[in-house]
C-alpha cells in the first residue's frame, strides 16, 4: 500500500506565501507523474499543477507566475510553492500521484488533504 501525506498549509493574509509538501510512502517502486489539486468550497476539485518524473511541468492559468510545483524524486516528494497568495486560493488542497509498485502496477494515489485558508 502507498500512502501520500500532505503538509504545510495554514492561515495567511493575501500576498503571503506558502510551501506545500507532500511524502509518499510505501510499497513504491516508482513514481511518474505528481500533482496537486485544490478544491474550493461548493466548488469542483481543480487540477493547480502537475510535474513528470523528468520535471516537465504545467499549471492552471490561474496560478501561473504565482505557483511553483517541484518534487525530490530521491524523497518519493513533491512541493508546491505559493506566492502572492489571494482570497481565491483558498481550499482544500490535495496531492496525487500516478505510483509503480514493486508489483509494477500503476495506481493511482490521493493525499488526505491540507487547507489553505488567504484571508485578511
Known amino acids: 500500500q502507498v500512502q501520500l501525506v500532505e503538509s504545510g498549509g495554514g492561515l495567511v493574509q493575501p500576498g503571503g506565501s506558502l510551501r506545500l509538501s507532500c511524502a509518499a510512502s510505501?510499497?513504491?517502486?516508482?513514481?511518474?507523474?505528481m500533482r496537486w489539486y485544490r478544491q474550493a468550497p461548493g466548488k469542483q476539485r481543480e487540477l493547480v499543477a502537475d510535474?513528470?518524473?523528468?520535471?516537465?511541468?504545467n499549471y492552471a492559468d490561474s496560478v501561473k507566475g504565482r505557483f511553483t510545483i517541484s518534487r525530490d524524486n530521491a524523497k518519493n516528494a513533491v512541493y508546491l510553492q505559493m506566492n502572492s497568495l489571494k482570497p481565491e486560493d483558498t481550499a482544500d488542497y490535495y496531492c496525487?500521484?500516478?505510483?509503480?509498485?514493486?508489483?509494477?502496477?500503476?495506481?493511482?494515489?490521493w493525499g488526505q488533504g491540507t487547507q489553505v485558508t488567504v484571508s485578511s
Open positions: 510505501g510499497s513504491i517502486f516508482s513514481i511518474n507523474t
Open positions: 496525487n500521484a500516478d505510483v509503480m509498485q514493486y508489483s509494477k502496477i500503476w495506481r493511482n494515489y
Open positions: 510535474i513528470t518524473r523528468g520535471g516537465g511541468t
